[in-house]
């Protein structure tokens, strides 16, 4: 049943077992209070207030409601006809709800007043208060609500240690984070620069996932690893006999990636007369087969990566000026491993779980001597370097700690100069450009069919925590390293978006 106020109101009534949405730019008010005279009073009260105001009469109705949506304020009477409002009080915090409580009670009933406190309560109401009174103390409420969204948000998208792939809570990383976050979901083509082994194709697939192309195919072409007589083939297809060896039509990484995102890493690579064909096809949007005669429109949005410096590139005439521009809308660097301050044990412990996991070793943690090594090395392969060296340690050996002399050359060396080995430190310097032993060096691969919406995997995730918890979500947040609000309001986001 809806109650509505007199008109012109902004307040809206409506009753818990019906529960409304609040509309845009209201707050949600759950009113709990099992005294209708008194609930249209209040009401009466907020009229030309910006809320949205749900009615529980029961505890019961309470608590349903508070599954169904969570409030921004919970105005709490104590005395309910089936349960004690503080347990409704203490169900709040142990859930860790996003809201704020404000409790009723009448004279007499201070002491309760101070226990729901204790118990967590932002403020509270002695009856019989009146407009004044309660519109104060509504407005308290729904800033501090306000205020600790944006700490919240904050930490959620300023504080990460882990996003879209990338493992790391430096500085630097927090503004690719930050760049990949506003630049997903638009069309602009984006430009990746970086040293070898920073993590360059797995920022293309965090840009592609942050898009609304994240359904759709994410295709990748490493302009160095194709012969250049094969490389127009590979990007832009072929008909049957369109050259020697060419037995059937083949659609090539544009047309495979209509409506999604093309990848092509070592841009630099590419031939300057395939460059020229690259620069017609992001002017006009035609794409058209080695040896066909009819063009077809596609729409993808490029991505493309380097270890070079494009500039000098463009000075040197291996890279077309203009192509260039063209690529170069949103440029995103990647820092190299030895400037992201702490993030190289983080990433280092998390390679160790990882492949402790894969290959059913005990290994849990480094050795301070170890962790030294890790810390202090330069890095010259970055990311890809360290995953390689982590590995060669889980392979080899067998141990919950990792110890320095565990270390693949040249991390040992260079904690101990003068080793058994004989190596001087001069020597230790030359053999900090080899390569770790045991490099892995398979490729992941993804099938587009097996791409889906970042949300709806998203949602899969919490949902199935939640259930693996029997309904405890600050349990289900603290298992997927989340804060329990960000569940609350990742659920209630999903709302819209089902329904869109």
Same mark, same amino acid.
């Given at each position: 049943?809806?109650?509505?106020?007199?008109?012109?109101?902004?307040?809206?009534?409506?009753?818990?077992?019906?529960?409304?949405?609040?509309?845009?730019?209201?707050?949600?008010?759950?009113?709990?209070?099992?005294?209708?005279?008194?609930? /249209?009073?209040?009401?009466?009260?907020?009229?030309?207030?910006?809320?949205?105001?749900?009615?529980?009469?029961?505890?019961? &109705?309470?608590?349903?409601?508070?599954?169904?949506?969570?409030?921004?304020?919970?105005?709490?009477?104590? /005395?309910?006809?089936?349960?004690?409002?503080?347990?409704?009080?203490?169900?709040?915090? @142990?859930?860790?709800?996003?809201?704020?409580?404000?409790?009723?009670?009448?004279?007499?009933?201070?002491?309760?007043?101070?226990?729901?406190? #204790?118990?967590?309560?932002?403020?509270?109401?002695?009856?019989?208060?009146?407009?004044?009174?309660?519109?104060?103390?509504?407005?308290?409420?729904?800033?501090?609500?306000?205020?600790?969204?944006?700490?919240?948000?904050? #930490?959620?998208?300023?504080?990460?240690? /882990?996003?879209?792939?990338?493992?790391?809570?430096?500085?630097?990383?927090?503004?690719?984070?930050?760049?990949?976050?506003?630049?997903?979901?638009?069309?602009?083509?984006?430009?990746?620069?970086?040293?070898?082994?920073?993590?360059?194709?797995?920022?293309?697939?965090?840009?592609?996932?942050?898009?609304?192309?994240?359904?759709?195919?994410?295709?990748?072409?490493?302009?160095?690893?194709?012969?250049?007589?094969?490389?127009?083939?590979?990007?832009?297809?072929?008909?049957?006999?369109?050259?020697?060896? &060419?037995?059937?039509?083949?659609?090539?990484?544009?047309?495979?990636?209509?409506?999604? +995102?093309?990848?092509?890493?070592?841009?630099?690579?590419?031939?300057?007369?395939?460059?020229?064909?690259?620069?017609?096809?992001?002017? +006009?949007?035609?794409?058209?087969?080695?040896?066909?005669?009819?063009?077809?429109?596609?729409?993808?949005?490029?991505?493309?990566? @380097?270890?070079?410096?494009?500039?000098?590139?463009?000075?040197?005439?291996?890279?077309?000026?203009?192509?260039?521009?063209?690529?170069?809308?949103?440029?995103?660097?990647?820092?190299?491993?030895?400037?992201?301050?702490?993030?190289?044990?983080?990433?280092?412990?998390?390679?160790?779980?990882?492949?402790?996991?894969?290959?059913?070793?005990?290994?849990?943690?480094?050795?301070?001597?170890?962790?030294?090594?890790?810390?202090?090395?330069?890095?010259?392969?970055?990311?890809?370097?360290?995953?390689?060296?982590?590995?060669?340690?889980?392979?080899?050996?067998?141990?919950?700690?990792?110890?320095?002399?565990?270390?693949?050359?040249?991390?040992?060396?260079?904690?101990?100069?003068?080793?058994?080995?004989?190596?001087?430190?001069?020597?230790?310097?030359?053999?900090?450009?080899?390569?770790? @032993?045991?490099?892995?060096?398979?490729?992941?691969?993804?099938?587009?069919?097996?791409?889906?919406?970042?949300?709806?995997?998203?949602?899969?995730?919490?949902?199935?925590?939640?259930?693996?918890?029997?309904?405890?979500?600050?349990?289900?947040?603290?298992?997927?390293?989340?804060?329990?609000?960000?569940?609350?309001?990742?659920?209630?986001?999903?709302?819209?978006?089902?329904?869109?």
């Amino acid at each position: 049943m809806r109650i509505d106020t007199p008109d012109q109101q902004n307040t809206t009534i409506t009753m818990a077992a019906q529960p409304e949405r609040a509309a845009s730019g209201k707050s949600l008010i759950l009113l709990v209070e099992d005294t209708p005279s008194l609930a /249209q009073l209040y009401a009466e009260y907020v009229k030309r207030e910006p809320y949205a105001l749900t009615v529980a009469e029961t505890g019961q &109705a309470a608590r349903d409601a508070l599954s169904r949506r969570v409030p921004t304020v919970v105005l709490l009477d104590l /005395q309910l006809p089936d349960m004690n409002g503080l347990d409704i009080l203490r169900h709040i915090r @142990t859930q860790q709800m996003p809201t704020e409580v404000i409790v009723m009670t009448a004279h007499g009933s201070i002491s309760v007043a101070v226990e729901a406190m #204790r118990h967590g309560a932002f403020d509270f109401l002695i009856k019989p208060f009146n407009a004044e009174r309660l519109i104060v103390t509504l407005r308290n409420a729904v800033e501090r609500r306000r205020l600790a969204t944006i700490v919240d948000t904050y #930490r959620e998208e300023f504080d990460r240690d /882990q996003y879209c792939g990338f493992v790391g809570a430096s500085l630097p990383m927090q503004a690719v984070y930050r760049i990949i976050e506003s630049a997903g979901p638009s069309k602009a083509t984006i430009f990746v620069t970086g040293e070898s082994g920073t993590g360059k194709e797995v920022c293309a697939e965090a840009i592609h996932r942050r898009s609304p192309r994240a359904a759709k195919p994410f295709i990748a072409v490493n302009c160095a690893a194709i012969p250049r007589e094969l490389m127009e083939s590979e990007i832009f297809g072929h008909v049957k006999g369109a050259f020697t060896g &060419a037995t059937s039509d083949h659609d090539g990484a544009v047309l495979q990636a209509n409506s999604g +995102t093309l990848f092509l890493d070592e841009i630099c690579e590419m031939d300057l007369n395939l460059q020229a064909k690259l620069l017609r096809f992001l002017q +006009t949007g035609e794409v058209q087969k080695v040896g066909g005669t009819r063009p077809a429109m596609v729409d993808v949005r490029i991505v493309c990566a @380097t270890n070079r410096d494009p500039l000098a590139e463009v000075k040197a005439g291996r890279f077309r000026e203009d192509l260039f521009y063209r690529l170069h809308v949103i440029p995103i660097e990647l820092p190299p491993l030895r400037d992201r301050e702490t993030d190289v044990l983080l990433i280092a412990r998390h390679f160790l779980t990882r492949f402790a996991t894969e290959e059913k070793k005990p290994f849990k943690r480094f050795s301070s001597k170890a962790e030294a090594a890790i810390r202090t090395y330069s890095w010259p392969g970055n990311i890809r370097q360290l995953q390689n060296v982590i590995r060669n340690v889980v392979v080899l050996h067998n141990s919950e700690t990792v110890e320095l002399e565990m270390l693949p050359p040249p991390l040992g060396i260079i904690a101990q100069p003068e080793v058994a080995s004989g190596h001087t430190p001069a020597q230790s310097a030359e053999l900090s450009a080899i390569p770790p @032993t045991r490099p892995d060096g398979a490729a992941r691969t993804q099938q587009p069919s097996e791409i889906r919406p970042l949300w709806k995997v998203e949602k899969e995730a919490i949902e199935s925590a939640i259930a693996a918890c029997e309904g405890n979500i600050p349990r289900a947040a603290a298992m997927l390293g989340i804060s329990p609000s960000t569940v609350y309001r990742k659920r209630q986001s999903w709302e819209g978006t089902e329904k869109v």
